[in-house]
């Protein structure tokens, strides 16, 4: 037989109570002869040997029941034959240390309870079991077996992550170390507010030798929390002096409606705009700002809500680079074109004009959108350059010259099916796809119905494909689009020349080709997700062979990045950030910000109602306020063996109900 906690025995001191007192009711009397008492001395003598015998069993039942409790609190097992050493015991335990678990519980934040608990039940441990810790972070060190002492050092480093991670990534963790000893019994201990999206699934299966002990903490007020979930702009391009409306979505996570949540947008640390928001309760909340970056450059914003505590997610970052001037070339033979051009004669764009014999390769490759109107076939390494400009995600006009089949010679090329003969017949265009991406918001919507272009030469279109954005009818467009790699292939159907038709001198033109300019690629992601592996944000930035850096606290951090498009894509997938923005450089220049958000599952502070029933077989819940839970998990975590203390228990028990029987016997009467 072993015991659990033998330091418990002192207890045993307990026993000299009984003993004393039963020395002292058996002192030898004063012995007082009275001559008419002389007939007792012998009935006496016949009783004094029962007596004694009375008070040495009433001392024995007493002494047997104490001892049997004390020994019941040392926790005594019994191995078995088969059973596992203590050295061989391997205890894997997870303290959940995200951002949730600074709430405050009953005594102190959550994380410090965690922390408080573990080091009391290693520092209870003996020596020769292995213990690995893990939290959110994933740290390397975390993938080894330490003593209780070396895992107890690790648990006084443990701080707030703003990792987020689910159950099933804890438990593979888990299992990367375990299964090197796969014929071991495993123990995890699972310290965590368990959230309910720290479940991925809706159960958690566990192999024979593995067994699951949690430890649920609880905020000692009412869960009640928003956050701001994402944002999304009106249109996409930073353009200084352009106005820009931001639509926020705030999410309540609450049952209750939260009324007057203040709303303020920070530009460059500078605040901007401010707005009171009532918040539906378990919905998401929708609120509008405006601002106009003043000037060019790169800009980090912040969004902050006054909601009170949780605090952690009450502030969303992000950040954008206003556009430089937009490189714009237009290939045609034509001296005098009739497109109109003049709009891209101002501080926005860039436009240079060539024959499409004679190129600036280097202009074509910076360039965001081609305008090609020509009675030229284009050469092969042509074609080629303008597919590798489309693969890159920027855009392409084509206009036709006078020749249609050369036109449609052309357009064959980017997969467009167009026909090569002009159609001469007068046609006005009845519809606008004002729903389009490139032409949503642009006119502001009229009751009356608007006076659209016509035409008097055209084109058949064969293309079923493509998305229509000026028609006469479905079967007749007259301005339409197609997707081509990452970019975007726009055509006309008829003639702009101002002789057979005014498409050229309608103002429905001019928005097309300036968005056609603006909106080359997808649109820029201006944010981070912590933990989302997959999420990037997008820098503008030349392409060198130098890295890009970010400046954290810690120092220089460099990013995962790749070049797509005109654009950098960085992400933290295997790092993990604050919440917060962070400078982008390169070579000691500062370029732009990377703003990192948290994880959105970490705001929801639902509860799970039922831990124990997401695991197979069931869990064991842990109560932090029970010291037998404490013990039986000690004992628990040294053996794997038939606990004893029970027995003892019911041993203590049966030895008081005997004393008791005997002290109403007749024989204790007699």
């Known amino acids: 037989m072993n015991f659990g906690f033998p330091q418990f025995f002192w207890a045993l ?32 003598e016949q009783r004094k040997s029962v007596k004694r015998l009375r008070y040495w069993l009433i001392l024995s039942l007493r002494s047997l029941a104490l001892a049997a409790l004390v020994t019941a609190f040392t926790l005594p097992y019994q191995k078995e034959e088969n059973q596992i050493d203590a050295r061989e015991t391997f205890l894997h335990i997870y303290i959940d240390n995200s951002l949730s678990m600074q709430r405050e519980g009953n005594e102190g ?37 330490y003593s209780n002492l070396e895992a107890g050092d690790l648990v ?48 958690l299966s566990l192999a024979a030798n593995e067994s699951v002990q949690v430890l649920k903490l609880k905020d000692s007020r009412a869960l009640q929390n928003a956050a701001i979930d994402s944002i999304q702009f009106a249109a996409p391009v930073f353009v200084p002096g352009l106005d820009q409306e931001l639509s926020v979505f705030v999410r309540n996570y609450s ?18 705009n401010t707005q009171v928001i009532d918040l539906e309760p378990n919905m998401l909340n929708e609120a509008k700002l405006s601002f106009s970056p003043p000037k060019a450059g790169s800009y980090q914003a912040r969004l902050e809500i006054d909601k009170g505590a949780p605090d952690f997610d009450n502030n969303f970052y992000f950040s954008f680079q206003t556009l ?28 240079v004009q060539d024959e499409p014999e004679n190129l600036d390769y280097d202009y074509l490759k910076d360039c965001r959108l081609i305008l090609l109107q020509s ?25 036709p010259g006078s020749d249609a089949q050369v036109y449609q010679s052309n357009l064959s090329q980017f997969g467009v099916e167009i026909g090569k003969t002009w159609i001469e017949d007068s046609i006005m265009a009845q519809d606008l796809n004002s729903q389009d991406p490139f032409l949503a918001k642009t006119f502001i919507p009229s009751r009356q119905k608007p006076i659209l272009p016509y035409s008097k030469s055209y084109l058949k279109s064969k293309d079923q494909s493509a998305i229509s954005l000026l028609e006469v009818n479905p079967n007749l467009p007259l301005l339409s689009r197609i997707t081509y790699g990452e970019g975007q292939v726009f055509y006309a159907s008829t003639s702009i020349a101002a002789e057979h038709s005014n498409i050229s001198s309608h103002p429905i033109l001019i928005p097309l080709l300036a968005n056609a300019s603006f909106f080359a690629g997808d649109a820029p992601k201006s944010y981070i997700r912590s933990g989302v592996r997959e999420d990037f944000q997008s820098i503008e930035a030349p392409q060198l062979e130098e890295a890009l850096v970010l400046n954290t606290k810690e120092g220089e951090l460099i990013p995962l990045q790749q070049f797509k498009g005109d654009r950098y894509q960085l992400s933290l997938y295997g790092k993990e950030l604050d919440a917060g923005s962070y400078r982008v450089s390169r070579n000691g220049e500062d370029l732009a910000w990377l703003s990192v958000n948290c994880n959105p599952r970490e705001s929801d502070l639902l ?16 109560d932090i306020e029970s010291k037998a839970d404490s013990n039986n998990l000690r004992a628990g975590i040294l053996n794997e063996s038939n606990p004893l203390w029970p027995w003892f228990l019911a041993l203590a028990l049966l030895f008081l109900i005997l004393e008791m029987l005997f002290l109403k016997s007749k024989f204790h009467r007699s």
């Open 109 to 145: 934040n959550l994380l410090n309870q965690a922390r408080l608990y573990t080091k009391d039940l290693l520092n209870s441990l003996g020596d020769g079991i292995q213990v690995q810790l893990i939290a959110n972070d994933f740290k390397p060190r975390y993938q080894a077996y």
């Open 13 to 44: 001191l307990a026993l000299s109570i009984p003993i004393l007192i039963h020395l002292f009711n058996l002192r030898r009397p004063k012995t007082v002869f009275f001559s008419n008492t002389r007939f007792l001395k012998q009935l006496d």
């Open 324 to 351: 430089k001037k937009q490189k714009v070339y237009l290939l045609s033979e034509f001296e005098n074109s009739d497109l109109p051009l003049k709009i891209f004669d101002n501080d926005y764009f860039q436009l």
């Open 255 to 272: 049952n209750q409606k939260l009324q007057s949540v203040n709303l303020a947008f920070y530009l460059n640390d500078t605040l901007r």
């Open 607 to 622: 509860e799970v109602e039922n831990v124990a029933d997401r695991f197979m077989p069931s869990a064991k819940v842990l």
């Open 156 to 203: 006084r480093e443990i701080s707030l992550s703003s990792s987020h991670r689910s159950l099933e990534e804890v438990l593979q963790r888990f299992r990367n170390l375990s299964e090197r000893n796969p014929n071991a019994k495993h123990q995890y201990l699972l310290i965590s507010d368990f959230q309910n999206s720290i479940f991925n699934t809706d159960s």
């Open 375 to 399: 009675d030229m076939e284009l050469s092969e390494s042509l074609n080629q350059q303008l597919k590798k400009h489309l693969q890159k995600g920027k855009n392409i006009w084509f206009f």
